[in-house]
């Protein structure tokens, strides 16, 4: 992501409730990269996963300076069309299953 004028003093992630019934749960992933915009990857994260405006600008700091974060976390039929949604998009997303 291209780099704002801010700087980020600790990592804050909002927990999703998890709703799997009898699902796998999945984590996506986000990766950083060089191409999307910050204003494009939170404008992909409350389109597509439904955060708010701050939840996803947090996460996005996140992604440029750890690169990487787990953006949401459910069950995998809730994770995959968010991936594939992101991806579309121009985003580097991941699913990683969950063992509970």
């Not at 004028?5 to 749960?25: A, C, F, N, Q, R």
């Not at 955060?51 to 995959?80: C, P, R, W, Y």
Request: net charge negative; with cysteine; aromatic share 4%.
């Amino acid at each position: 992501m291209h780099s704002p004028d801010i700087l980020i003093e600790e990592d804050i992630l909002l927990e999703d409730d998890v709703d799997t019934g009898s699902s796998e749960v999945a984590r996506l992933i986000v990766f950083n990269d060089d191409v999307n915009t910050f204003e494009w990857v939170i404008e992909s994260f409350v389109d597509v996963c439904k955060h708010s405006s701050q939840q996803s600008e947090q996460l996005a700091m996140i992604i440029h300076f750890k690169g990487k974060a787990t953006v949401k976390t459910d069950a995998m039929n809730v994770i995959k069309p968010m991936k594939d949604a992101l991806i579309d998009r121009g985003l580097s997303a991941h699913i990683e299953t969950v063992e509970v």
